[in-house]
């Protein structure tokens, strides 16, 4: 049987480069080399994709010739940008570039428009689930429970930071918490108390995004569910998340060695039959395809939890949470690597078997 080419494509020109080059190294280590030629192409912060030399992995230093995707049907091919000669032909791409470029919608409408198989929610879903207000609204016309939050523009900022920060105030009170609307891995967030503080991070934010959302602080655990699937869709079990530090921020997740994943979460059965409908429910209304990570805020006192976002291409750090909880759920990280190319592949051949041109019957 011949084996499946696979494009791992990597990096990328958001601030979370590094992420995506830590997740293709997990991911290069776990693919089964009987079953699949695997093509590094790496995305440098300018924006280039470099066909990696043979058997050097993603953490290395990538030095290899451009290439580029044409946006037309090709067959599969990676053309070298120097005389479009071919480079490399790829059955299926696994994008792992994290952040703006990479989840966003914009590559998969690359992908698309190429015609190429690849793993993942596609256009609509990557876009709308990047950008955390429009996924809030979905949300909650779905009847998925969401936080209160407002939504801040570069442009309200710079007409006045002070008439901003009283109806932040006015509108959902502090604590809040103040993210860049489309951006992962934490980047750009922070926890407003005070007027001073929630200044600062719509400062800090409006780096990242000319669109800020800002929502309500509670005191809550972080528990996260992974899905796979297009339909069927499965949930796994649910982690949770432990640290040290003020909320679960970029030094949590990718720096600080007190950070504790309990997989499964402490939680009771009726609630992890809870958060796993929920987390179906919200992959569903956000056009999810393939993979997603849902991400519970479960209220200290109460126990209510709230969805807080819906994560189009999850973390597969060695120390992620997406492939820990299949781990713990049963599918171990080679097996559900190749479930991800198989389901890429059947929802590319049902594609390609749609009419593109109008027939009278």
Partial sequence: MAKVKVGLLFGGRS????????????????????RYDVSLVAID???????????????????????????????????????????????????????????????????????????????????????????????????LPVLPWVVVRSAELSRGMDAVIRRVEAEIGLPAFVKPANLGSSVGISRATDGDSLRAGLVEAARYDTKIVVECGIAARDVEVALLGDDPVEASIAGEICTQREFYDYEAKYVDEETELLVPAPVSDDVMADLQQTAIGAFKALEGEGLGRVDFLIDRETGEFFVNEVNSLPGFTDGSMYPRLWEASGLSYPALLDRLIELALTRHRKRSALETQYRRQ
């Fill in 15 to 34: 601030v979370e480069h590094e992420v995506s080059i830590a997740s293709a190294a997990s991911i290069f280590r776990a693919l089964d080399p009987t």
């Fill in 45 to 143: 912060q300018h924006g280039r994709w470099h066909l990696a030399p043979p058997a050097l992995p993603p953490q290395g230093e990538i030095s290899g010739p451009e290439v580029r995707l044409p946006a037309w049907p090709g067959d599969g091919h990676l053309l070298n940008s120097s005389d479009a000669s071919l480079a490399a032909e790829l059955d299926v791409i696994f994008p792992i570039v994290h952040g703006r470029g990479g989840e966003d919608g914009s590559l998969q409408g690359l992908l698309e428009l190429a015609n190429m198989a690849y793993v993942g929610s596609g256009v609509l879903g990557s876009s709308v689930q990047m950008d955390k207000e429009i996924s809030k609204r979905l949300l909650r016309v779905a009847g």
